[in-house]
């Protein structure tokens, strides 16, 4: 273990924010050392919610995380609620910016709200490793419910929102097809699902069509990662709300709060398990990037592609002339 992160770890978990802020930085950079947080940390408090929130682009999810934070500010104000919104576009209303992202920030400070983004674009890979570890930090300085926005398109964006504990899929009429989006894979990755936007035209009958879609499905195939089969009877799981007027968000966090209750159990396990992938997703990932290292630029090596490209070696001979390469780097300093 490094001195400097297992200091940066000491001191988050003492509350020291900048240190904190600092850690994220080093994880996301090198989610890989996901590991060693895990390995420092291991009796630390844990979040009670990570809840994922996905969607359309533009249907409110940003608004929606506001609202949904404001919500459980108002229920439970002595505790700290973490924001990590994943390629943000749009700002929050308050609270600690843990980076330098000061745009997400509104209006004033709220000592009890940490914030966090992730720039999904160029990311070298490992987002939702890297989104994983930004969740465990924020859980060492106290968080006890993470939101997580994420937009509903492109593959590792909506794993980042499906490995929550709990996912919403929040849709809004006037955001393309949404219903399509749906069928598309989002459906698999959602427990609850939002019609936001309920102020404007169309709402209800998204909201009609939707119930219709789910009613089509059997209900274990629309819970994420398979360790949620069972339906909670007395739970609905699609909500109209409006995000701008604040509407039905009470009921909405009713419903997320019994199913937390009703899942904690699951969870637990679910996260054990998640570990374990985790850690092997480290290994990959550091393997990864010793063998893009060692191949140049993001692993564009020219010279050796068109060595491939002449015949003059194999694909399988390269890769093991790389791999050989790439295990003789000295571990963190070369990379
Ligand atoms: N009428 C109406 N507008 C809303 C509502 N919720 C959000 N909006 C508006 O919709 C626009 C997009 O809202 P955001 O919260 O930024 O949406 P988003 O899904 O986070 O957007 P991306 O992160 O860019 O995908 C903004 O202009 C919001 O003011 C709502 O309930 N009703
Ligand atoms: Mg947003």
């Known amino acids: 273990m490094n001195n400097e992160l297992s200091n940066l770890i000491h001191q988050a978990r003492s509350g020291d924010i900048r240190a904190a802020s600092r850690l994220m930085s080093r994880m996301v950079d090198e989610p890989q050392r996901l590991v060693e947080l895990f390995s420092e940390t291991?009796?630390?408090p844990q979040p009670r919610l990570v809840l994922g929130i996905t969607g359309a682009p533009g249907s409110g999810k940003s608004t929606l995380t506001d609202r949904i934070a404001g919500e459980y500010r108002n229920r439970y104000p002595d505790r700290k609620l973490g924001i990590i919104a994943v390629d943000p576009s749009s700002p929050f209303t308050g609270g600690a910016v843990l980076g330098d992202r000061v745009r997400m920030m509104r209006?004033?400070?709220?000592?009890?709200?940490?914030?966090?983004?992730?720039?999904?674009?160029?990311?070298?890979?490992?987002?939702?490793?890297?989104?994983?570890?930004?969740?465990?930090?924020?859980?060492?300085?106290?968080c006890e419910v993470i939101l997580v926005e994420t937009v509903g398109v492109g593959?590792?964006?909506?794993?980042?929102?499906?490995?929550?504990?709990?996912?919403?899929?929040?849709?809004?009429?006037?955001?393309?097809?949404?219903?399509?989006?749906?069928?598309?894979?989002?459906?698999?990755?959602?427990?609850?699902?939002?019609?936001?936007?309920?102020?404007?035209?169309?709402a209800d009958q998204l909201y009609q069509s939707l119930v219709s879609v789910l009613q089509l499905k059997p209900k274990n195939e629309i819970r994420s990662a398979g360790y949620c089969t069972d339906v909670v009877p007395e739970l609905e799981n699609v909500f109209l709300v409006s995000a701008f007027e604040g509407r039905n968000i009470d009921r909405?966090?009713?419903?997320?709060?019994?199913?937390?209750?009703?899942?904690?159990?699951?969870?637990?396990?679910?996260?054990?398990?998640?570990?374990q992938e985790e850690v092997r997703e480290a290994l990959l990932e550091e393997v990864r990037r010793r063998v893009l290292k060692v191949m140049g630029v993001n692993g564009r090596s020219e010279a050796r592609i068109d060595r491939i490209l002449r015949g003059e070696t194999g694909v399988a001979e390269l890769a093991s002339e790389l791999m050989k390469e790439a295990a003789g780097m000295t571990e963190k300093g070369d990379l």
């Open 155 to 202: 593959q590792s964006e909506v794993e980042v929102a499906s490995r929550c504990d709990l996912t919403l899929v929040v849709l809004a009429p006037g955001q393309g097809d949404s219903i399509q989006m749906l069928k598309a894979g989002l459906m698999e990755a959602g427990n609850l699902f939002v019609i936001n936007k309920a102020d404007r035209d169309g």
């Open 107 to 142: 209006h004033s400070t709220d000592p009890m709200i940490f914030i966090r983004s992730l720039a999904s674009r160029g990311h070298l890979g490992g987002l939702a490793l890297g989104a994983r570890a930004v969740v465990h930090v924020m859980g060492l300085i106290g």
């Open 252 to 275: 909405l966090v009713d419903a997320i709060e019994l199913y937390t209750h009703q899942h904690h159990e699951q969870w637990k396990a679910h996260r054990q398990r998640q570990v």
């Open 42 to 44: 291991d009796d630390c």
